[in-house]
């Protein structure tokens, strides 16, 4: 699959059709590594979206998730995130 490569904000809005729903599930996370101040996860991601007139969602995007934490005075949080799709992605 297709690997890009996520670390901080900078979020794109992608346009929709009125009434239609969308779905970001995460499922399946497995610790694959751990210490006091690092972690290292992934887990499956399913995106979909539900038209307003459709009965049924429909799955999008397929993904893994290949996240790096560190443990900071707030709390854990992602230093670095590596998405890895299963297919190709939709136009944007």
């Known amino acids: 699959g297709r690997v890009e490569k996520k670390t901080g904000g900078g979020k794109k809005k992608r346009k929709r059709n009125k009434g239609s729903k969308t779905g970001h599930h995460q499922a399946g ?22 038209g307003a007139e459709e009965t049924d969602p429909k ?30 992605r939709p136009a944007k």
């Open 29 to 50: 996370l497995i610790l694959n590594e751990l210490t006091a101040d690092t972690a290292r996860t992934q887990n499956m991601l399913l995106y979909t979206v539900q």
């Open 59 to 88: 799955i999008t995007i397929s993904a893994t998730y290949f996240d790096d934490w560190r443990k900071t005075s707030d709390g854990w949080r992602i230093a670095k995130r590596v998405i890895r799709f299963d297919g190709p």
